[in-house]
Structures are given as C-alpha cells and as structure tokens.
T-cell receptor
Framework: KQEVTQIPAALSVPEGENLVLNCSFT??????LQWFRQDPGKGLTSLLL?????REQTSGRLNASLDKSSGRSTLYIAASQPGDSATYLC???????????FGSGTQLTVLP | NAGVTQTPKFQVLKTGQSMTLQCAQD?????MSWYRQDPGMGLRLIHY???????DQGEVPNGYNVSRSTTEDFPLRLLSAAPSQTSVYFC???????????????FGSGTRLTVV
C-alpha cells in the first residue's frame, strides 16, 4: 500500500526566503506525482505535475523534482511571498485503481 | 470555464437522512473519483469510475453509493447519513488512458457536509 509523508508539517518563514517542502513515498511504481495548493476552506489547486519519466517541472517561482528510486519529491519555492501562505499537498498516482495517495500536507506561513 | 463542478457547496443533514452530492465535468475525462478530507486523516478515496457504466470501491466506501450513467456526471449518494460522514467531499477527474492520464487530476471546489 502506498504511503506518502510530508515534512515539515508546518513552516513559517519571512517574506523573500527560498524554501523547500519535502514529500516521500513508499512505492516507487507511480504514474506521476502531483503537487497541490489548498487555501483554508477551499478546494485543491494543481501546481505542478511530474510524470514518472521526468526529473523536474517548473512553473514560475515553483520547481518540483522527482527521484523515483529514492521515493522522494521536493517542491522549491523561490522568493516566497505572503500570498504563498497555504497548505501544500503532494499526491502519488499509483496502483490499479489509479488512486491518488496524499500526504498530510505542509502548512506554510510567509510573514510580511 | 472547463472544470469540475460540485453542488451543493454546503449541506447540513440530520442523522438517517439521505442525499446526493453532485459532480459534473466538461473535459471529457473518463476517470472520475470521490475523496473525503478529514482533519488528521488527509484525503481518502471513496469510489471511482474509469468510464460510463463502470464503478469501483476505494479505500473508504462504506455508507456511500455511486453510479456513472454518463461521462460527465458522477453523483455520490449517502444512503443513511451518520455523524462520522461529516467531512469535506471532493470530486476529481482525469483522463484514464495513456499517455493522456499523465496530465493529472482536476479537483472540484468541494462540498462541506455536516451530519447532526
């Protein structure tokens, strides 16, 4: 059974810092790995998708990497802004049911 | 705008009542699924469908029923609501065939359900 872990559970940084969010998964037989953002009381917004054959994806100030052999993905946020404050979730797409297995998230607070 | 639409956004039920959460997508996605999100438990798969007429159980299917009569719609039925079903429910869709499913999932904005 796939298990996904995110570290840290919460992170508070001053505006302008570069930061790294970590995601690890136990079963490397994934189709892809997706990073989402969730604002309080809101739905999930897809940030980046990394296919199993890719090593990284970039969108603006966000960069996500994938190392299947070690079961790890990282989300790098450059020059953080208060508007980046949210919970960040990673999810591994795997299994015959193509079940998305989610981590418990990292709650990010960027202080002005 | 193309996407996944969930209704209602909020609902309060009494124990024992039944209701249907609606989910519709206009992206011609074959794959649709329902998740529930609970504090400390993360998001868990309830039911999923790989196409019209085909449904299957996920991790936490008890107390829920689904059907898929069209590609666009995937309603979730609560048969007899219980307080343990208080949660936020998300519908998600994706392409189901390689290589298109590598585009990932699109989520709806959620239904916040309270059972009293």
């Amino acid at each position: 059974k796939q298990e996904v872990t995110q570290i840290p559970a919460a992170l508070s940084v001053p505006e302008g810092e570069n930061l790294v969010l970590n995601c690890s998964f136990t079963d490397s037989a994934i189709y892809n790995l997706q990073w989402f953002r969730q604002d309080p009381g809101k739905g999930l917004t897809s940030l980046l998708l990394i296919q199993s054959s890719q090593r990284e994806q970039t969108s603006g100030r966000l960069n996500a990497s994938l190392d299947k052999s070690s079961g790890r993905s990282t989300l790098y946020i450059a020059a953080s802004q208060p508007g980046d404050s949210a919970t960040y979730l990673c999810a591994a797409d795997s299994g015959s049911a193509r079940q998305l297995t989610f981590g418990s998230g990292t709650q990010l607070t960027v202080l002005p | 705008n193309a996407g996944v639409t969930q209704t209602p956004k909020f609902q309060v039920l009494k124990t024992g009542q039944s209701m249907t959460l609606q989910c519709a997508q206009d992206m011609n996605h074959e794959y649709m699924s329902w998740y529930r999100q609970d504090p400390g438990m993360g998001l868990r798969l309830i039911h999923y469908s790989v196409g019209a007429g085909i449904t299957d159980q996920g991790e936490v299917p008890n107390g829920y029923n689904v059907s898929r009569s069209t590609t666009e719609d995937f309603p979730l039925r609560l048969l007899s609501a219980a307080p343990s079903q208080t949660s936020v429910y998300f519908c998600a869709s994706s392409y189901s065939r390689r290589p298109l499913f590598h585009y990932g999932y699109t989520f709806g904005s959620g239904t916040r359900l309270t059972v009293v």
